[in-house]
C-alpha cells in the first residue's frame, strides 16, 4: 500500500506544526492494521458489542490534548470536487498553504471507478491536460438507450441529456488519482488515510476546522496500546468535500439550516461491477442505458454500460431509494439485471474483475441547500450537483470546487484579515455559472418519475423535446425517500434467481472484489441509535436494512433465548451510506471509521 505523505510548510507560519515523526507514527499505525485482508475467512463479519466501562484513566486517555496545525485552507475529501478546489487555489495563489485529508488508504481508493466525464471544467481547470497524460483515453462515440421488457431490448431514441458527443469513459479512480498528482505538484498537503471525524468551532460558532478520528481504540471502545489522538486541522476557511451524503455535512445542515426552504434531497443506489470480456464482444466507446425490467413501473430505476479500452466494461443499475417495497433488493436486481439477453450475450466468457456500491444525490436543483457558511463552504457531490438525466455530475463537482476557491482568493486579496471568512459570494457564483444553467434545464424530469416510469417518461419526452427545460413551473419533490417505504404487510415478497456463479454472483464473492477492510479491532462506524426501534423496523417493516446494503452490513440473528437480534457487520462495510438515507426511522448513523479503511477501488 503506498500512501503518499508530504511535509510542505508554505505560506504563513503555522500556531502549531506537527512533527513529521508523529505523522510517521500514525501511518505506520494505519498500515498495522491493512497488513492482511480477511480472506480466508469463511465470514468476515465483526460482530456488534456493547462497550464496557471507562476507567477514569481510560477517559482522560480518550479525551487528553491533541496536536494542532495551522493552514489557510483545509479541505475534507480528496474527490474531483476537493482537488480541483485545492488545484485552483494553488493556481490563483501559489504561497497559499492548502491541505487536503482523505479518509480512503490512497487518493482515488474510495472513487467507484467507471462513469463517463464531461470535460468542460478540465479543460478550463487544466487547458493542457492531454500534455500533462490525464487518464481520459476513451472517447464516447455510440449512444444507445433501451427500453426492457424480461426478454426484449427496445432501442429508442437517445434523450438529449444522454448524447455523449465529446465526452469520455474513464476510470474515475484513476482521474482522481492524477488530478491528486497535479494537487501536489502545485504544492498541495495531501493526506490520505485520515478520516475527518468532527468539526470543530470558534466561540462565534464558526467553523474552525476539522479534527481527525482517533486511532487504536478497541471494539470495547477502550484505548489500546497502538492508540493515538486525532489531530487538529486549523484555517480560516474549511471545504466539505465529502461526496454524497457526507456525515459532516450532515451536522453543518442542522446547526447552520442549510436546507431550509428547499426540497428534501433524493438518492440512489448505484451498485456497479468492472468485467473483462471477449474482444468479439466489445465496442470501445460504446455508452449504453436501459430503463425498464427489471424494475416495476412504479420504482424507478436503470443501467449503464460504458465500454472501455482494454476490453474493460463498467457496469452497473441504479435504483432510487424512493422505492416502496421493502423485500425489494437493489444487489439482487443487478444480478438479475445481468442475464438478460442484451447484457447476457455481452458478458459471457467475461470475467468479473472489480464490485463496488455508492448511493448517489438525485434532487438536482430543487434540493440545492445553501452552500456557505461562517468558516466554511459545500462543494461537489456532499451538496448534490449531480445531472440526474445526464447521469453526470463530475463535471459541476470540479467546477463548484473551482468557484469556492476563487471566492477564498478574491476574499484574501479584499485585505479580509478575520479569523474566518465567510464566502457569501460563492452561492452568487455557482448561481452565476454554468453549473446552475446545466441542472435547472432538467430541473422537472426527475421529480415527475415520482408518479411512475410511464408519467416519467413523457414529462421527460416534454421537457426535453418541447419546452427544452423552460417550462413555467419547477416540479417539487414530496418527502424524503425514507418516508415512501411501506410496511410488510402492504407489500409482495420478491423471490429472486441463485447466482449462477458466472453472470451472476452472491453477495459474498462480490465483496472480496471491493478490497473492502477495515480493521476488526475498532468500535463499528454504523450507529444504531435505537435497539426498539430497530426491532420495530424488524417487525413493521420485515428488516428492509438486510436488503438495501450492498455489503450484508445488517443480519437478522436469534440470541440464545430465540430473540432476534440485529448484529452489525462493519467490517464489510462499503461506505456507500444507504443505510443513513433508507433506514424507516432514520435509526442508522454512519459516521467514518479509522482512516484508511473500507474499499478499494481502481
Known amino acids: 500500500m503506498s500512501l503518499n505523505f508530504h511535509m510542505r510548510g508554505i505560506g504563513h507560519t503555522s500556531k502549531k506544526v506537527l512533527s513529521s515523526t508523529r505523522f510517521i507514527q500514525i501511518i505506520n499505525h494505519n498500515r498495522g492494521n491493512f497488513v492482511h485482508k480477511i480472506t480466508t475467512q469463511k465470514r468476515w463479519f465483526s460482530s456488534s458489542h456493547t462497550e464496557s466501562e471507562l476507567t477514569s484513566e481510560e477517559k482522560e486517555i480518550l479525551n487528553g490534548p491533541r496536536d494542532s496545525d495551522m493552514f489557510d485552507v483545509v479541505i475534507v475529501g480528496a474527490g474531483p470536487s476537493g482537488l480541483s478546489a485545492a488545484i485552483k487555489l494553488k493556481q490563483l495563489e501559489k504561497d497559499l498553504r492548502v491541505c487536503v485529508v482523505e479518509k480512503g488508504p490512497e487518493v482515488g481508493s474510495h472513487i467507484l471507478a467507471g462513469a463517463v466525464i464531461e470535460p468542460r471544467a478540465l479543460n478550463e481547470l487544466i487547458p493542457n491536460w492531454k500534455e500533462k497524460g490525464a487518464p481520459l483515453i476513451t472517447e464516447a462515440k455510440d449512444d444507445r438507450f433501451y427500453f426492457l421488457t424480461s426478454s426484449q431490448s427496445i432501442r429508442l431514441p437517445t434523450p438529449p441529456p444522454m448524447h455523449n458527443e465529446g465526452n469520455y469513459i474513464i476510470s474515475l479512480a484513476n482521474f482522481t488519482r492524477w488530478l491528486g498528482s497535479q494537487a501536489e505538484e502545485l504544492g498541495v498537503e495531501i493526506y490520505p488515510g485520515f478520516a475527518a471525524s468532527e468539526v470543530l468551532y470558534n ?26 489522538r486525532g489531530m487538529e486541522l486549523h484555517s480560516k476557511i474549511t471545504l466539505f468535500a465529502e461526496g454524497c451524503r457526507g456525515s459532516l455535512t450532515k451536522t453543518l445542515y442542522k446547526k447552520f439550516g442549510l436546507r431550509n426552504g428547499v426540497d428534501p434531497q433524493s438518492f440512489g443506489i448505484g451498485i456497479k461491477e468492472l468485467w473483462t470480456i471477449p474482444a468479439s464482444q466489445h465496442k470501445q466507446g460504446l455508452v449504453i442505458h436501459t430503463v425498464g425490467w427489471p424494475m416495476d413501473f412504479n ?42 439477453p442484451l447484457v447476457k450475450s455481452m458478458l459471457e466468457g467475461g470475467r468479473c474483475d472489480g464490485y463496488g456500491a455508492r448511493a448517489i444525490n438525485e434532487g438536482g436543483f430543487q434540493a440545492i441547500p445553501n452552500l456557505s457558511f461562517p468558516g466554511g463552504a459545500l462543494i461537489g457531490c456532499t451538496a448534490g450537483f449531480l445531472n440526474t438525466p445526464k447521469i453526470k455530475g463530475i463535471h459541476n463537482a470540479m467546477k463548484t470546487g473551482m468557484l469556492a476557491a476563487e471566492s477564498i482568493v478574491e476574499n484574501i486579496k479584499k485585505g479580509n484579515d478575520a479569523e474566518t471568512l465567510n464566502l457569501t459570494d460563492y452561492n452568487d457564483k455557482v448561481k452565476n455559472s454554468w453549473v446552475w444553467e446545466d441542472l435547472y434545464r432538467v430541473r422537472n424530469i426527475f421529480p415527475a418519475f415520482q408518479y411512475g416510469l410511464v408519467p416519467g417518461i413523457i414529462n ?61 479491532n475498532q468500535p463499528p462506524h454504523l450507529k444504531v441509535r435505537n435497539p426498539e426501534l430497530a426491532l420495530k423496523n424488524y417487525k413493521e417493516y420485515a428488516a428492509p436494512e438486510s436488503r438495501f446494503c450492498p455489503a450484508g452490513v445488517y443480519e437478522w440473528i436469534e440470541n440464545e433465548k430465540g430473540q432476534p437480534h440485529l448484529q452489525i457487520n462493519a467490517q464489510n462495510c462499503l461506505h456507500c451510506k444507504t443505510c443513513d438515507i433508507k433506514d424507516k426511522f432514520q435509526n442508522i448513523d454512519y459516521t467514518v471509521p479509522e482512516g484508511g479503511g473500507g474499499p478499494k477501488y481502481g
Open 299 to 340: 420504482t424507478y430505476g436503470g443501467a449503464f454500460i460504458y465500454h472501455l479500452e482494454n476490453n474493460q466494461v463498467a457496469l452497473g443499475y441504479v435504483v432510487g431509494l424512493d422505492y416502496a417495497n421493502p423485500y425489494l433488493n437493489p444487489y439482487k436486481e443487478f444480478q438479475r439485471f445481468k442475464h438478460h
Open 460 to 520: 421527460a419526452a416534454f421537457e426535453a423535446y418541447i419546452s427544452r427545460g423552460k417550462s413555467p413551473w419547477t416540479l417539487r419533490m414530496r418527502k424524503p425517500d425514507h418516508d415512501f417505504t411501506k410496511p410488510a404487510k402492504e407489500s409482495t415478497p420478491i423471490e429472486y434467481p441463485k447466482p449462477d456463479g458466472k453472470i451472476s454472483f452472491d453477495l459474498l464473492t462480490n465483496l472480496q472484489r471491493s478490497g473492502t477492510n477495515h480493521s476488526e
Open 203 to 228: 466561540e462565534d460558532g464558526s467553523v474552525k476546522g476539522i479534527a481527525t478520528s482517533d486511532m487504536g481504540i478497541g471494539k470495547d471502545g477502550k484505548p489500546t496500546e497502538n492508540f493515538t
